[in-house]
């Protein structure tokens, strides 16, 4: 969680996401998962701060976690319906306050983790899907979602994810592609619960050459631990 000094510091919005950024690339360069939080109401009700963070500040951290494809704990949507009472002095949470983020944070952390990664074997008509999934005890399946636009309209097969492992690399090979477009994708998961949980949105750009594929899906599990 970072920003809600940053207003009183007259700092920009655009500074605070990308430190938020910058933390995110360097703890996944480490392997660690990183849980990106919106920023607590503060001050009075309908102050100009409350109105920055509601109006400015959680937008886009909102969506820069879900173009990085990592988990958010919304603590703004958590606690405004009822900050007056979550807060001692209208900008730092009293004890009730802290018990709301708490059970934010508990829910982040077993929510499953579905990110898209970058494509290989691009060629004219085929590419493998990438993605990571970390279940976070979660039984769940998971397909790959492609086509010209954000609104994809093809899915490829829905497999089960092993529910032994911490979490795996996963990938599945499209072989009906067409030459020289761009494509959007993006791994999809959804638990026993019926939770679905949509990864982030990645595009490719397919060469010249073609392939006789037909539309087969090859699936693979890459690294686990």
């Known amino acids: 969680m970072e920003g809600t000094n940053d207003w009183a510091l007259n700092l920009p919005v655009s500074s605070t996401v990308d430190d938020l950024e910058l933390m995110i690339e360097r703890s996944l360069s480490q392997g660690v998962e990183p849980i990106v939080a919106t920023l607590p109401p503060a001050t009075n009700k309908g102050s100009e701060k409350m109105l920055a963070i509601q109006s400015q500040y959680n937008p886009k951290i909102r969506a820069m976690a879900n173009r990085k494809g990592v988990l958010l704990a919304d603590m703004y949507n958590a606690m405004a319906y009822n900050w007056e009472s979550l807060t001692y002095d209208g900008t730092h949470p009293n004890r009730s306050g802290y018990s709301v983020m708490a059970r934010v944070w508990f829910n982040a952390l077993h929510t499953p983790v579905v990110r898209t990664t970058e494509a290989t074997n691009v060629s004219g008509s085929m590419a493998s899907l990438n993605g990571l999934i970390r279940p976070n005890t979660k039984r769940l399946v998971y397909f790959f979602q492609y086509g010209p636009s954000i609104n994809y309209g093809k899915t490829t097969q829905t497999l089960r994810f092993n529910p032994s492992v911490k979490g795996a690399t996963v990938s599945m090979s499209v072989t009906d592609l067409n030459p020289q ?45």
């Open 181 to 225: 477009s761009a494509y959007h994708y993006r791994l999809v998961a959804r638990t026993d619960q019926n939770q679905l949980i949509e990864g982030n949105d990645v595009t490719i750009n397919t060469g010249a050459e073609t392939s006789d594929g037909g539309g087969c899906f090859i699936s693979s599990i890459g690294t686990v631990w």
